[in-house]
């Protein structure tokens, strides 16, 4: 693809199919740190008219998707943190860093997240989550995060780390056969 950083031999994870190419992450979606207004009370609304507050805590532990919040901040607080949309990735970027979650609700985040955004053009939705899932993202990850006690991802690192990139139809083949074996993983 034009305009993607192809990765060199030496650090490439696995094989892949030669239609398959490897890409820095960065190369295809956008990937930034939410931010938070503060104090938060003083943003924090009942009103109908708030922005979704999305928190770490509005995810269900081995869930795929977002789609409520608890809280809402008043319009004023965008300003002082990220707005995020429906089909956008969250990843936490901190303590139990790297889990992805795909919204189905607009809002704003607080830096407790990462968010990646722009990449219908290069992945399939599915595909992407189950890549970022996998085992080898989350290694490469911990070979990046900083932090004595709390770890922390950050937007850059996760932006440089390299993700395989086949075509998009084969992203949605292979997405279909996860799907359809998974809940006969689930059950045993």
């Known amino acids: ?9 030496a650090e490439i994870p696995f094989d892949v199919p030669d239609s ?6 960065g190369t295809v979606c956008e990937v930034v740190r939410g931010g938070s207004p503060r104090p938060i009370k003083q943003f924090l609304t009942d009103s109908d008219e708030g922005i979704n507050w999305i928190k770490i805590s509005d995810s269900d532990k081995g869930g795929k998707y977002i789609s409520s919040t608890k809280e809402k901040i ?13 089909g956008d990735f969250l990843l936490t970027n901190s303590m139990s860093f790297g889990r992805p979650y795909i919204l ?9 997240w990462l968010v990646l955004s722009g990449y219908e053009i290069a992945y399939y ?3 992407l989550y189950h890549m970022i899932s996998a085992s080898f993202a989350y290694c490469q990850f911990c070979g990046v995060v900083s932090g004595a006690v709390v770890k922390n991802l950050n937007s850059d690192k996760v932006s440089y780390a ?27």
Do not use: Y
Not at 20 to 25: D, G, M, N, P
Not at 74 to 86: D, L, M, Q
Not at 165 to 179: F, G, S, T, Y
């Open 162 to 188: 390299l993700f395989p990139l086949p075509p998009l139809a084969e992203q949605k083949r292979i997405v279909e056969k996860i799907e359809s074996i998974l809940p006969h993983i689930e059950a045993m």
């Open 20 to 25: 398959w190419e490897w890409i820095r992450l």
């Open 1 to 9: 693809m034009d305009g993607i950083e192809r990765c060199i031999d």
């Open 125 to 127: 939705k599915d595909f």
């Open 104 to 112: 189905k609700i607009d809002g704003c985040i607080h830096d407790g």
């Open 74 to 86: 008043i319009p004023e607080g965008i300003s002082k943190s990220r707005i995020v949309h429906a």
